[in-house]
């Protein structure tokens, strides 16, 4: 894994993504250039306190996540959201008439629900006068929830925010060719029986009756994710082996972690139709190298390294988490699990660097707050595939990548594995787009809780060539 990127550069990075490590803003409406991170008085550790309101995570939740098209099947998405923010209430016994508002984060948005967040908040009971709205930015959609929040907190808009996520791929919304809804519209508008008949036989031709099923590819690129994570995994020389070794560490920390009763945050879930509430992820499958090399490439065939087994499912699932002011969380009696100190969102290249978003965030968040990996004790990634994870890890330790692409004069280092993703991560647990973000945010605050340790880095990527990147540290004991 600590191999350097190949020599081989990805046709199309031709411009370096602008990066000064000299510069970064400070998080005060003064927007003067903040001074590196101090250690507070006499302990030894980073302060990282400024002039906006501090915000905390006060707890985070989430249902099981679940293969789609198993437990979950004959709900809706609104519902499993409506369930998350119920748990959440019930978990952390918040007076509903204390949320300002609700933002909840999707990406296959259910139709008959396009404000999600709306819906499931007015179904848990949240009271009728917090707005909700709903947020879409492929896998970082809850992480978008979370910072949203945060601006409505530290702008003095709001004191308390549920911020939450929804996938469901049971139900991925699938419709009719394009010529079968303009028959369909005319059919509508028709004026007589004739006319009708005539469109209604005219609606029997295979080219109005063929279903439009929404699509996995890039809209810009046509691409699909996994074609693209097979050529960066290539790009970066990250072979098959080395992807199914980390895709067998991701189910066994998940499968340690579930064991031992580390993942608090999820929260067991009623069903319709079932006598017995949800309780667990059912994607995670703690196997062997051996057992994964089996697998047949699923995107480039037959030569490709991206299969079934060392790539993230679908899954349907949904998050949400109490997110406040540390005073408003004070005055109710709270004691806050985290600080949610700073943010990045990243775009680059949607073709060649669509999944390296961490890669150029992970650098960005530490320098505005004067940091270094060395600074971070806990590191929880979304983990997309095996090899965009690889690839991630080795740009970032890549002076090459680093200076070529990043504009950086050195490359940014290795990250150690010892402090990253040690619950599992997407790969094992599951990733319902929209939800994921919530559940990094949680399992870091958790972690950092558990281990001791102040500082943890969150990072994802995304569909667009998008990325974000969080520091959350430790509330105080």
């Not at 179904?123 to 910072?147: E, K, L, R, W, Y």
């Not at 929404?214 to 290539?234: I, K, Q, W, Y």
């Not at 590191?379 to 095996?386: C, G, K, P």
Request: net charge positive; proline share 5%.
């Amino acid at each position: 894994m600590a191999s350097l990127w190949k020599a081989a550069v990805p046709v199309g990075l031709n411009s370096p993504a602008r990066f000064n490590a000299g510069t970064v803003r400070c998080l005060s409406t003064s927007f003067q250039l903040q001074q590196k991170a101090k250690p507070a008085g006499g302990t030894g550790k980073r302060d990282l306190s400024r002039g906006l309101r501090n915000v905390v995570l006060v707890d985070g939740v989430r249902t099981p996540f679940l293969k789609s098209g198993t437990d979950y099947k004959n709900m809706m998405p609104h519902d499993l959201q409506r369930k998350a923010i119920q748990s959440l209430l019930e978990h952390t016994q918040i007076p509903k008439e204390e949320i300002n508002n609700v933002i909840v984060g999707t990406v296959i948005q259910e139709v008959k629900t396009s404000n999600i967040a709306r819906e499931a908040a007015l179904g848990a009971g949240i009271p009728q006068s917090a707005p909700a709205h709903t947020v879409t930015q492929a896998c970082i959609s809850s992480n978008q929830a979370i910072t949203s929040a945060w601006n409505y907190i530290t702008t003095g808009h709001s004191d308390c925010v549920v911020a939450g996520g929804v996938d469901f791929m049971s139900d991925a919304p699938i419709r009719f060719s394009r010529k079968g809804r303009e028959i369909l519209i005319q059919m509508s508008r028709a004026k007589s029986k004739g006319e009708l008949i005539g469109l209604a036989l005219q609606m029997m031709s295979l080219k109005a009756l063929t279903p439009d099923a929404p699509s996995v590819a890039e809209f810009s690129t046509n691409e699909v994710m996994g074609h693209s994570a097979d050529r960066l995994a290539g790009a970066f020389g990250v072979s098959r082996r080395e992807q199914d070794e980390y895709a067998v560490r991701s189910h066994s920390m998940a499968a340690k972690a579930i064991k031992e009763g580390l993942l608090t945050d999820v929260m067991p879930t009623s069903v319709p139709g079932k006598a017995d509430a949800v309780v667990v992820d059912n994607g995670v499958r703690p196997s062997s190298v051996e057992d994964f090399s089996k697998l047949k490439p699923a995107f480039i065939k037959p030569h490709g390294t991206i299969t079934a087994a060392n790539a993230s499912f679908l899954t349907d699932g949904a998050s949400a988490c109490l997110i406040m002011s540390e005073e408003k969380a004070l005055a109710l009696g709270y004691k806050p699990k985290a600080y949610l100190r700073d943010w990045v969102y990243v775009a680059q290249d949607p073709k060649d660097q669509l999944l390296l978003g961490p890669a150029y965030a992970t650098p960005k968040v530490l320098g505005r707050n004067g940091l270094t990996i060395q600074d971070i004790d806990c590191f929880e990634f979304h983990e997309a595939f095996a090899g965009q994870i690889l690839a991630n890890l080795r740009a970032m330790d890549s002076d090459l990548f680093c200076q070529k692409w990043m504009g950086r004069q050195s490359k940014v280092g290795a990250l150690p594995l010892d402090k990253f993703n040690l619950w599992g991560g997407s790969l094992s647990l599951g990733h319902p787009f929209g939800a994921t973000g919530v559940r990094l945010v949680t399992t870091a605050a958790n972690r950092l809780a558990k281990e001791g340790g102040q500082l943890a880095l969150v990072a994802a990527c995304a569909a667009g060539g998008q990325g974000h990147g969080m520091i959350v540290e430790a509330y105080p004991k």
